[in-house]
């Protein structure tokens, strides 16, 4: 048969069709070839097992790990996310070349790469996507600096990049993005203040950089009056409420600095509907208006010091359905319309009077609130936990002694009358300082009493400071040096009159400086009286040899036990030149410290040069704290005796920086060197002895002109160190467990900052079962909170060892607290004490 003619018009049909085939081949070639190369770089990822050679690009259907889209032919949008079966990117992967690649895709408007191990900087590179316009790279672990070469991608609008590992600052160039409506940097680890030029993006909507290490004061935001959501979490900026725009729909600044007042003008924004200020310092009134704003559903004002009464009959928005006012100083009644079931309520830890939650007693959000008034205008110490901020050496007593203080001041200047004049510094320096006997320090000693007795008209505050001034200058008679320093500043307070600032003074100095009463004067031992103490260094006398020598233990005519350290002098030379250090050995005699209580040399008899220096300690014979705490077997100690313990190793180590001149920093501080005597009382056994070889470059935290770079910055961070170290007690403190390896810190130090953000149950779950049921939540959360910082990674971010302090004096004081109000209770429902309570 003979084929059928082709008509001219399916001809011309075929002609049309075969020309769009090769015209569409042709525009498409180069950006396939991309896309394919892309695939290549990635490890052929399965996200990308689609991608072929030989397949439409632009009609490939979109699933939740890949999508293209196309215009008139060219590739716009390039989604790519990670699926669950994880592709190891190949070892030769740069994100240089991945970044170069893409450049070539010049009408690329969106790029979302997500969950794909992208590692190195982010190249400069990227500026060759001129078009882009939506840029996320989230959940990566892209490092380094963020390329300034974002702010020639003008178009930006959006620009993600979540959950990598950023550092650095965000700088000035930010404010070039003038189209940015969404900058989110959230869970990296970006540091220092926010660049002011912020607040030229006025088409802003989202601002997320939460759960980074950023700080200082916010700039000026309320000029970004599209802004709806501000999320600061997790960051270090304050004290200051920022100043921001009235149509924020969520602000979210958990877990910051912030100290001051809230704004009374933040009830005026009536488009918010999430408020969470939790876990700040935020002080003053607490405004029920916030219970009250138009779009409100979710409000977090938990763990400040927000003060006021609260009353049945105030209103409530309707639409909340979260509410946290914990860990406040509120007083009153919990408002009626908090009270459906159809709400979450949480308001623990506060003075009301509902008790279906635990609450304090009402003097204790009266004492509390007027420390909290007192600290902002201190402004002497970085920033604590919440609860450490209205905590001192006397508790809730303190509040009333600042009242005395200032009781007094107005008497005084009403009856102020001549008085006597005080000694002279030079004359009692002079009186020190010279070899006078102990009567003419006493007679000096009076006539400063009689001054103050002249200036200070209050009986009760006159007998605190006369009884502490007296402890302590019979106590260090023998050492002068430290006495004239520290009766010099009692002198200067007294000329004011500031009585308040005297007493805290005084305990300061009876408490921290005092030597122990009960051990006898440092002297000069001689060498055969150390050999007859341990039977001439006999095997049996041997008790150990650590970085600090050897140590015997050695029984004086007396009958007092002693140990005693020898240390082998690697340069020869005479006595005169290690007084010095035994200088400072000789004011190492505190109530937390295996005390010193005196020196022998042993010289060579030909030139007097010194062979081998033994210093002698109290000697101290009971368990470890570690074998009290986490030993396997024998009596493990409760909650209380816990905090007692660490407050009692802070001390010890606050002493050994505070309270000789210089300080003695860098401890190297074991759980294993802590001891507890027969009255449980801790001792640190072990700690930076000047003339240790291994420690001597550690003595000062001073630094001095010729140290520099690293060496200079281990110096300044010395003290920082020990906390470090009080950190890694607390731990084991904690958990009950014995932590045997350095790498197992930053495992349990997570474990830590991820149960304090879960739920009571399960945050004991991971505390000693010895004591998981005897602690209060406050106690164990504050502990728990402190021992993090310590541990942190930047030295700088950790807590000064004074912050340490106040924060488990704290964990004491309402610990004891929650006793006294669960013994209460107990009472009021049984007829006769327990045993376990008698």
């Given at each position: 048969?003979?084929?059928?003619?082709?008509?001219?018009?399916?001809?011309?049909?075929?002609?049309?069709?075969?020309?769009?085939?090769?015209?569409?081949?042709?525009?498409?070639?180069?950006?396939?070839?991309?896309?394919?190369?892309?695939?290549?770089?990635?490890?052929?990822?399965?996200?990308?097992?689609?991608?072929?050679?030989?397949?439409?690009?632009?009609?490939?259907?979109?699933?939740?790990?890949?999508?293209?889209?196309?215009?008139?032919?060219?590739?716009?949008?390039?989604?790519?996310?990670?699926?669950?079966?994880?592709?190891?990117?190949?070892?030769?992967?740069?994100?240089?070349?991945?970044?170069?690649?893409?450049?070539?895709?010049?009408?690329?408007?969106?790029?979302?790469?997500?969950?794909?191990?992208?590692?190195?900087?982010?190249p400069e590179s990227i500026a060759q996507l001129s078009s882009l316009e939506i840029l996320n790279i989230s959940s990566n672990h892209f490092n380094g600096a963020i390329p300034s070469q974002l702010s020639l991608l003008r178009n930006l609008q959006s620009v993600v990049l979540d959950d990598n590992n950023f550092n650095g600052e965000i700088s000035n160039w930010v404010g070039s993005l003038q189209g940015l409506a969404v900058l989110s940097m959230r869970n990296n680890w970006l540091s220092g203040s926010l660049p002011t030029s912020l607040n030229a993006l006025h088409t802003l909507r989202v601002l997320d950089l939460s759960n980074n290490q950023l700080s200082g004061e916010l700039p000026h935001l309320?000029?970004?009056?599209?802004?709806?959501?501000?999320?600061?979490?997790?960051?270090?900026?304050?004290?200051?409420?920022?100043?921001?725009?009235?149509?924020?729909?969520?602000?979210?600044?958990?877990?910051?600095?912030?100290?001051?007042?809230?704004?009374?003008?933040?009830?005026?924004?009536?488009?918010?509907?999430?408020?969470?200020?939790?876990?700040?310092?935020?002080?003053?009134?607490?405004?029920?208006?916030?219970?009250?704003?138009p779009s409100i559903n979710y409000l977090d004002?938990?763990?400040?010091?927000?003060?006021?009464?609260?009353?049945?009959?105030?209103?409530?928005?309707?639409?909340?359905?979260?509410?946290?006012?914990?860990?406040?100083?509120?007083?009153?009644?919990?408002?009626?319309?908090?009270?459906?079931?159809?709400?979450?309520?949480?308001?623990?830890?506060?003075?009301?009077?509902?008790?279906?939650?635990?609450?304090?007693?009402?003097?204790?959000?009266?004492?509390?609130?007027?420390?909290?008034?007192?600290?902002?205008?201190?402004?002497?110490?970085?920033?604590?936990?919440?609860?450490?901020?209205?905590?001192?050496?006397?508790?809730?007593?303190?509040?009333?002694?600042?009242?005395?203080?200032?009781?007094?001041?107005?008497?005084?200047?009403?009856?102020?009358?001549?008085?006597?004049?005080?000694?002279?510094?030079?004359?009692?320096?002079?009186?020190?300082?010279?070899?006078?006997?102990?009567?003419?320090?006493?007679?000096?000693?009076?006539?400063?009493?009689?001054?103050?007795?002249?200036?200070?008209?209050?009986?009760?505050?006159?007998?605190?400071?006369?009884?502490?001034?007296?402890?302590?200058?019979?106590?260090?008679?023998?050492?002068?040096r430290v006495v004239r320093a520290s009766t010099m500043s009692i002198i200067e307070h007294v000329s004011s009159a500031n009585t308040a600032k005297l007493l805290?003074?005084?305990?300061?100095?009876?408490?921290?400086?005092?030597?122990?009463?009960?051990?006898?004067?440092?002297?000069?031992?001689?060498?055969?009286?150390?050999?007859?103490?341990?039977?001439?260094?006999?095997?049996s006398s041997f008790i150990s040899e650590g970085p600090h020598g050897q140590i015997y233990k050695g029984v004086l005519s007396d009958g007092m036990h002693i140990a005693i350290r020898g240390l082998k002098m690697r340069k020869k030379q005479g006595p005169q030149t290690y007084m010095h250090h035994v200088e400072i050995i000789?004011?190492?005699?505190?109530?937390?410290?295996?005390?010193?209580?005196?020196?022998?040399?042993?010289?060579?008899?030909?030139?007097?040069?010194?062979?081998?220096?033994?210093?002698?300690?109290?000697?101290?014979?009971?368990?470890?704290l570690r074998s009290c705490v986490s030993g396997s077997s024998g009596e493990k100690l409760s909650w209380t005796q816990r905090i007692t313990a660490a407050i009692g190793v802070v001390k010890g180590i606050q002493f050994l920086h505070t309270?000789?001149?210089?300080?003695?920093?860098?401890?190297?501080?074991?759980?294993?060197?802590?001891?507890?005597?027969?009255?449980?009382?801790?001792?640190?056994?072990?700690?930076?002895?000047?003339?240790?070889?291994?420690?001597k470059r550690m003595i000062s935290k001073g630094t001095s002109p010729g140290l520099k770079g690293k060496v200079q910055a281990r110096i300044q961070d010395a003290d920082k160190n020990d906390v470090y170290d009080i950190g890694v007690v607390l731990l084991e403190i904690i958990l009950g467990r014995p932590i045997m390896f350095h790498n197992e810190v930053g495992t349990l130090k997570d474990l830590l900052q991820v149960s304090i953000k879960t739920d009571d149950i399960a945050r004991r779950s991971i505390v000693d079962p010895a004591v998981h049921k005897e602690c209060s939540d406050e106690s164990l959360m504050t502990t728990m909170e402190i021992c993090v910082r310590c541990l942190s990674g930047d030295p700088t971010e950790r807590p000064s060892v004074e912050d340490i302090l106040w924060n488990l004096q704290f964990a004491a004081q309402v610990q004891n607290s929650w006793r006294r109000d669960s013994s209460d209770h107990d009472h009021s429902y049984s007829p006769a004490p327990s045993s376990r309570e008698t």
């Open positions: 048969m003979a084929p059928k003619p082709v008509s001219l018009s399916h001809l011309l049909h075929l002609t049309l069709f075969l020309a769009t085939i090769q015209l569409s081949e042709q525009l498409e070639f180069s950006q396939s070839q991309t896309l394919l190369k892309v695939q290549q770089l990635l490890g052929y990822p399965s996200a990308l097992g689609t991608l072929s050679s030989n397949i439409d690009f632009c009609n490939i259907d979109p699933t939740s790990y890949l999508t293209l889209v196309c215009y008139e032919d060219s590739l716009t949008q390039l989604h790519v996310v990670g699926s669950n079966e994880y592709t190891p990117l190949p070892q030769n992967f740069s994100s240089d070349t991945l970044f170069a690649t893409l450049g070539t895709l010049s009408s690329l408007k969106v790029l979302s790469l997500v969950s794909l191990g992208l590692w190195g900087n982010l309320k000029n970004l009056a599209n802004l709806q959501v501000l999320n600061l979490e997790n960051n270090t900026f304050g004290p200051h409420f920022p100043s921001l725009p009235t149509k924020l729909v969520s602000l979210v600044l958990r877990n910051n600095s912030f100290r001051l007042s809230v704004p009374s003008n933040l009830s005026s924004f009536y488009l918010l509907q999430r408020l969470d200020l939790s876990l700040n310092g935020f002080v003053g009134p607490f405004p029920p208006s916030l219970l009250l704003m004002v938990s763990s400040n010091k927000f003060t006021g009464m609260l009353f049945n009959n105030m209103s409530c928005n309707d639409d909340l359905h979260f509410v946290n006012l914990s860990s406040n100083l509120l007083k009153g009644e919990l408002p009626t319309c908090l009270e459906p079931k159809t709400r979450v309520v949480l308001y623990a830890r506060n003075c009301l009077s509902n008790k279906n939650q635990d609450q304090h007693p009402s003097d204790f959000c009266s004492n509390e609130a007027l420390a909290v008034t007192i600290i902002p205008h201190q402004q002497k110490h970085k920033r604590t936990t919440s609860k450490a901020i209205i905590v001192s050496s006397m508790g809730g007593l303190v509040g009333g002694m600042l009242i005395v203080g200032v009781v007094i001041l107005v008497v005084s200047r009403v009856h102020k009358k001549q008085v006597g004049k005080i000694p002279s510094k030079s004359t009692l320096e002079h009186v020190i300082s010279q070899e006078h006997n102990e009567d003419e320090v006493k007679t000096t000693t009076r006539s400063i009493m009689e001054h103050i007795i002249k200036r200070v008209p209050d009986k009760g505050a006159v007998e605190t400071l006369t009884r502490s001034i007296k402890e302590y200058v019979m106590s260090r008679v023998n050492n002068k805290t003074d005084a305990r300061y100095i009876s408490e921290t400086m005092k030597m122990g009463a009960s051990l006898p004067a440092y002297r000069t031992f001689a060498l055969d009286e150390l050999k007859e103490a341990t039977n001439n260094f006999d095997e000789s004011k190492l005699r505190h109530s937390h410290l295996v005390s010193a209580l005196g020196h022998a040399f042993e010289c060579n008899q030909d030139d007097s040069s010194v062979n081998n220096v033994y210093l002698i300690f109290e000697f101290v014979q009971n368990k470890s309270g000789i001149v210089p300080g003695l920093y860098s401890n190297n501080l074991k759980i294993t060197d802590i001891l507890l005597d027969n009255n449980h009382n801790v001792k640190i056994s072990s700690y930076n002895l000047p003339l240790s070889a291994e420690n």
